[in-house]
């Protein structure tokens, strides 16, 4: 969490304003992981320009010349904490070094007293904190491992959804993190989520085509939900029912 006091309230009194009706809450990690791919690409900051970077730039003209027509991308959540007109590097520097590691069930429910509408916890991997969480006022979680980003080695998300989701007691239970195709949605289902939320998959296809990329990405998750559902003789999503058609060696 940001170490400003006033950031949560800042945050989701613009929320409010802007009218939106869910405020997710991201809890990650103490101390960042160490993400041997991003070493190895050299993805660190402060950004450097390197041979490498000069000539992917050079092979993708279309890309640079909007990058130089409309600026490098910023982080809005940060803008102002890092100086006016202050680039991605030294908003991700400033955010690196302001982030709070002793934020705390406290402060949760503190959050939940400032914030009148939906409120969702993100990075769930455990029964009893998904359900000290509904106990604290939140709507739902999601369950989630972050991808993997920090510590490849912890539980897949959809391993424990199950006791996540009979935890809580009916509140909204979503989840994320490795899903690639409708199968594994319809996996996530079945188990009992409300929902399942995409990551990279949209990227993806954000990178490769744009907007247009990832409606595709889209349209095909959706295809390969409609299939697999009409393979198992489902004619609905509601119709799966929890565990259903899931073998107990998942």
């Keep these: 969490m940001w170490c400003s006091a006033s950031t949560p309230a800042r945050w989701s009194g613009g929320a409010l304003s ?16 160490r993400r041997e791919r991003d070493l190895r690409n050299g993805f660190a900051v402060p950004y450097r320009l390197t041979p490498r970077i000069v000539a992917d ?17 910023t982080l809005p959540n940060v803008d102002g904490g890092a100086g006016a007109g202050a680039g991605a590097d030294a908003q991700a520097a400033l955010l690196q070094r302001r982030m709070d590691a002793s934020f705390s069930w406290d402060d949760l429910a503190a959050l939940r007293d400032m914030w009148p509408r ?25 369950v989630s491992n ?17 006791e996540v989701v009979a935890a809580v007691g009916g509140a909204q239970t979503l989840v994320d993190s490795g899903f690639r195709n409708g199968r594994d949605v319809v996996k996530a289902l079945a188990l009992g989520a409300h929902a399942v939320m995409l990551g990279r998959p949209l990227l993806y296809g954000l990178a490769a085509r744009g907007e247009a990329g ?6 095909m998750f959706v295809a390969d939900i409609d299939r697999t559902l009409a393979l198992l003789g489902c004619p609905d999503v509601v119709s799966l029912g929890q565990g259903r058609y ?4 998942l």
């Design 18 to 33: 802007a009218g939106y009706e869910a405020l997710v809450l991201t809890t990650d990690v103490t101390v960042n992981g």
């Design 246 to 249: 899931i073998r107990n060696s």
């Design 118 to 142: 939906k409120l969702y916890v993100k990075g769930i991997l455990n029964a009893r904190d998904a359900a000290r969480c509904v106990a604290l006022g939140a709507d739902g979680v999601i």
């Design 57 to 73: 730039a050079a092979l993708h003209p279309a890309w640079t010349i909007r990058q130089c027509r409309h600026g490098l991308p």
């Design 146 to 162: 972050h991808g993997g980003r920090q510590l490849a080695d912890l539980a897949a998300p959809v391993s424990v959804l199950p």
């Design 214 to 219: 990832v409606d595709e990405v889209l349209a």
